[in-house]
């Protein structure tokens, strides 16, 4: 627990794990948010800034298609092959769920991008959306958070830097904690 809210690390080392399971441990914790933070790197060498990304069928811009489809491809890296998904439509109640839920990582990535925004550099349109398997689970609200990129040197240098991590994480802590605020406020009507 941290503070008043319990965290689940899918990690604690350096090691890979797919991404389906990363959605299965959220999900077996009955997560209500599942914040997957990523440092990626990308073949545009002058890109750099935080991004954050939700779930869309649809990419906001190319280059969040070819980050979620490298990431993506991440399972089949690791010596996996994962199936694709049943895209039958099982009922109108999942159906709400998954709109609720996707309110919920919209709502919840406005707050991200507004509180990295006053801490770390944020890429231009820092809200973005694409097919990231990561954030495919229905009924828990889910971001990917992309601090930036280990392909810009500068980038880099602010990743290794004890402070600019502090910073980063206090960003995200502060928008855990509006959040949840936010959301306890709607379910008592406030």
């Known amino acids: 627990?941290?503070?008043?809210?319990?965290?689940?690390?899918?990690?604690?080392?350096?090691?890979?794990?797919?991404?389906?399971?990363?959605?299965?441990?959220?999900?077996?914790?009955?997560?209500?948010?599942?914040?997957?933070?990523?440092a990626d790197t990308i073949a545009?060498?002058?890109?750099?800034?935080?991004?954050?990304?939700?779930?869309?069928?649809?990419?906001?811009?190319p280059e969040a298609q070819a980050l979620a489809d490298r990431e993506n491809l991440s399972d089949q890296f690791a010596g996996m092959k994962i199936e694709d998904d049943n895209k039958e439509v099982t009922d109108i109640l999942i159906d709400l769920i998954r709109r609720e839920t996707h309110g919920f990582s919209m709502s919840f990535a406005h707050t991200l991008v507004g509180q990295l925004s006053t801490s770390v550099g944020l890429i231009n349109?820092?809200?973005?959306?694409?097919?990231f398997k990561v954030l495919k689970a229905p009924d828990v609200p889910s971001v990917l958070v992309e601090l930036g990129y280990l392909s810009n040197?500068?980038?880099?240098?602010?990743?290794?830097?004890?402070?600019?991590?502090?910073?980063?994480?206090?960003?995200?802590?502060?928008a855990v904690a509006l959040f949840a605020a936010a959301k306890a406020g709607t379910a008592t009507g406030g």
């Open 125 to 131: 349109n820092p809200q973005r959306s694409a097919g």
């Open 44 to 61: 545009i060498k002058g890109l750099r800034g935080a991004t954050v990304y939700t779930l869309s069928d649809k990419a906001s811009d």
């Open 153 to 174: 040197s500068k980038d880099e240098a602010q990743l290794l830097s004890a402070d600019w991590r502090g910073k980063a994480a206090q960003s995200i802590t502060s």
């Open 1 to 38: 627990a941290v503070g008043k809210y319990d965290v689940f690390m899918t990690r604690d080392d350096d090691v890979y794990l797919a991404l389906d399971e990363r959605v299965r441990i959220a999900r077996q914790h009955e997560a209500d948010l599942l914040i997957s933070i990523h």
